[in-house]
Nanobody, 112 residues
């Protein structure tokens, strides 16, 4: 069974930082593109960042310069380093493997 498990979410003040982690099991990891997506209540899920099997990255416009996606294929993990957090970054963050495998999500709340 393919499984993705996110961790690292929580409550942080504006300007703070968090690092999200996602670990994969049940499937060969290194050949798949990975991504982070987020969804706030009442909004459409949006792309935050992606990283290909070859290490190329792409970011949503709202997070460019603040977030960094990375992966460690030996550990079957993908990370999202989130700096200079803003209240509008609040939402549930989901890890994605390939085209159709999603984690359960981890809540990120940015509030003073």
């Amino acid at each position: 069974q393919v499984q993705l498990v996110e961790s690292g979410g929580g409550l942080v003040q504006p300007g703070g930082s968090l690092r999200l982690s996602c670990v994969a099991s049940g499937r060969i990891f290194g050949i798949y593109n990975m991504g982070w997506y987020r969804q706030a209540p009442g909004t459409q899920r949006e792309l935050v960042a992606t990283i290909t099997s070859g290490g190329s990255t792409n970011y949503g416009d709202s997070v460019k310069g603040r977030f960094t996606i990375s992966r460690d294929n030996a550990k079957n993990m993908v990370y999202l380093q989130m700096n200079s957090l803003k209240p509008e970054d609040t939402g549930v963050y989901y890890c994605r493997m390939g085209a159709d495998v999603w984690g359960q999500g981890t809540q990120v709340t940015v509030s003073s």
